[in-house]
């Protein structure tokens, strides 16, 4: 089984050689950028200054509150996740839950916090190293719905997703009420794993009801202590 579709090939070969999507007839994206005073003027200048992208919306220090309200706008969440920025993993859940493509960037590449950002509804995690040309094609791709990883990253990622979903199932649930009660059993509700799938929330309700009759549990609780039990949800994101 592959991944979940939100996730796409990394914007590196196999020698780490950047690739270079076509520019030709991609939209302009817009763009909030939150994090710290630095981070935020330099992405600032670097995306005002490209053709692709604008930013909308940016926010530093005590007005990072207000990033919740004003980045719903925009095509696309960037937030520096340093632990100086002063972003927290519940201000990425909130962006999240506000329909919004989120990507961030980090000085680091820690696991933990790896998993910590997808955790929260991350589709891109980029290091702060990478060329002003890879910022600005990542951003694009995020801003558009797709999912970038540094290389590093990327077939980690793409590996851990793919545990999820093929190394614990359930032979009477189908290939994609197998990948829901993946999610589920990460802690993912409805909205998160309908966006995550690309597909709308009375579809994700639909397949719940279907898994927990062919389980012969009552409750999503109980999906979940069952998933558990099988190993789903124990290695992933959540």
Known sequence: MTPPSAFTAPLFNEEDTFIQPPATHSPTHTVSITGHPMFVAGLEWLVNASKQLRVVSSFTGRDLTSSLRKSRTADAA?????????????LLRKLYAENTNLIVFSA???????QEAIGWGAIG???KCASPEQILTAI??????SAVFSPHLATQVTSRLQQSTETASFPNLTPRENEVLALVATGMDNFQIAKQLGVSRKTVRN?????????GVASRSEAIARAHDAGMGTSDFG
């Open 78 to 90: 960037v937030v520096d996740f340093d632990y100086h920025s002063g972003v927290s993993g519940s």
């Open 108 to 114: 680091g590449a820690d696991w933990a916090r790896v």
């Open 125 to 127: 995690y980029i290091d």
């Open 140 to 145: 694009h791709l995020v801003a558009g719905g």
């Open 207 to 215: 397949h719940l009801s279907h898994l927990l009759a062919k389980l």
